[in-house]
Structures are given as C-alpha cells and as structure tokens.
C-alpha cells in the first residue's frame, strides 16, 4: 500500500504504534552496514520487491513461519520496543568508541516503519551513539527528511536509472527515490550511496553511466560503494514456502567486472569503493 505521496504504509494502512516495531533480526558485530563494529536492527516491511532481495523475509511487516531444510521451523519478526532495542544495542557501546560505530537501522525499508525508525534514531542520539539508516530512498519526503534529521549517516541504495527497469525489477517508481536522493545529498549528516550490481538484470554499461551522471550532479562529493550480487535469498525464498521464479543463471559478479563498472563511475568523478577495501578513484 502507498499513501498519498506514493510512499509507503504499513500493511493496515497506519505507521506502527509508537514506542514498538517489528523487528525480525539484530545482528551485533556486524562490519557491512557504516563505519566501525556495529548493531543492525533490521525491521520487517518493505514497499519494494526487489527481483533479488537477500532477506525476503524483511518483505511482510508480519510475522512469518521459516521452515528450513534442515531443523525445526521457526518464527521470523516479532514486536520490539524501542528500549528493547537500545538496552542490547548498549551492550556493545565500547567497541562502538574504539572502532567509530554504533546501530545501524535497517531492513526490509526502515522508513516504511516511520515512527519506530525515528524514535530508535532519536534514543541513540541521546545517548550519545552514532546511528545510521540503511534506505531504498522510498518514503514520503517529509519521512524522509526527519530521518535526514536524526541519523548520523544515511546509506542510500540506487537500484536502477531506467524508469521501466526500475519499476519492473522492484515493484515502485524511481522517481520518487531520485528526489529523496537529492534531499539527502543536503540534508544528510554523511551519505554513503550504494549501488546493488545483479548480472543479466541492472549490470549494463548505459546503467552505469547514467549513474555516474546522476551521482556527480548532486551537490557535495559522496563515497560510492559496490554491492555485489549473492544468492543467499533464494534458500529464504524455499523455505518461507514462496514459489516467486529464483533469478536462474545469475551469479556473482566477478571481481574484474567490478573495477570495469568502477572505472565507468569513476569516468564521472566519483571514488568507488570495491569489496576488499579496494578504491577506485578519478584519473
């Protein structure tokens, strides 16, 4: 569902109750989700359906039955509150000071839970941690905004610059993303653009360029970091008992295709960041 501004509601129509989400993983120790050793709170409920979404499970705001391969069935998804979720994202505050990180909100769309994504961004700020969200950029602009507000550091994916792609690999319109990219590129604290690289669908040089283009016209000079396709949702697809067809014959992209698609954004003046701390940066 979408509200009236295109972004999105939860599956009643309302933002979640304030003071409690729902949550489906919290993942300490985690090095993939900003700077420093961090705690991903990863929240259930998303707007998009990303052909090659790794959590599919993050895609419902309900709770869901995981029936794995091997071992019992489980639940995935259950309400937290937001001191909950600060009480165990303290536990580790002194790695947090030594490494430079913090919690990291994520999911699924985080914004797609609005009130409790900001109240878990308000708690760390007064706390003193740093905080970062994790977002597809689609969000009614005033949610959007007010997370630029209270988060230390945004990561924003772009999926797709074709219109028709975008729509068609992920389920919404790109324009709505395009705009909240250029209220983050000054509203943000600190911007981390990424951008997901999947053969046969989004890996295509006019793709990439036009990127680059769309990234070096925001104001600002941002990092911009690689994100290799993994197969990893397709076992979480089988065992939530979901028949959507699996990407067939898409593999890993290989590490010299990704200096090839760095070099091309790197043509517009960005610095791209590599798995394995590799950097590729303008000539």
């Not at 979480?236 to 959507?244: A, N």
């Not at 890993?252 to 798995?275: D, F, K, N, Q, Y």
Request: glycine share 10%.
């Amino acid at each position: 569902m979408r509200d009236q501004t295109g972004g999105p509601v939860s599956d009643h129509g309302t933002a979640a109750p304030g003071g409690s989400g729902m949550v489906f993983n919290v993942q300490r120790f985690s090095l993939d989700d900003g700077p420093g050793i961090r705690t991903t709170v990863f929240l259930k409920g998303c707007p998009l359906r990303c052909a090659w979404c790794h959590n599919p499970e993050s895609q419902s705001c309900q709770p869901e039955t995981i029936v794995p391969v091997h071992g019992p069935s489980e639940v995935t998804g259950r309400r937290w509150t937001v001191d909950e979720v600060i009480a165990l994202v303290e536990r580790d505050r002194s790695y947090y000071e030594t490494s430079g990180g913090g919690m990291t909100v994520s999911g699924g769309e985080p914004l797609a839970q609005p009130k409790f994504t900001l109240e878990l961004l308000h708690a760390a700020r007064q706390r003193g941690l740093h905080s970062t969200v994790d977002t597809s950029g689609f969000a009614p602009p005033q949610v959007f905004q007010d997370a630029l507000a209270a988060a230390s550091l945004v990561l924003f994916d772009l999926k797709e610059t074709d219109p028709v792609r975008h729509r068609q690999w992920t389920g919404v319109p790109l324009d709505p993303i395009l705009q909240n990219l250029r209220l983050a590129a000054v509203g943000a604290a600190e911007l981390w653009l990424r951008l997901p690289v999947v053969p046969l669908l989004n890996d295509r040089d006019d793709h990439w360029r036009r990127a680059g283009e769309i990234l070096a016209a925001l104001p600002g000079s941002f990092p911009v970091y690689l994100l290799p396709y993994h197969a990893l949702g397709e076992g979480k697809l089988r065992s939530l008992g979901r028949e959507e067809p699996l990407l067939l014959g898409v593999h890993e992209p290989p590490a010299e295709r990704l200096r090839e698609i760095a070099s091309l954004l790197a043509a517009h003046g960005l610095r791209v960041h590599l798995p394995g701390d590799e950097v590729v940066s303008p000539a």
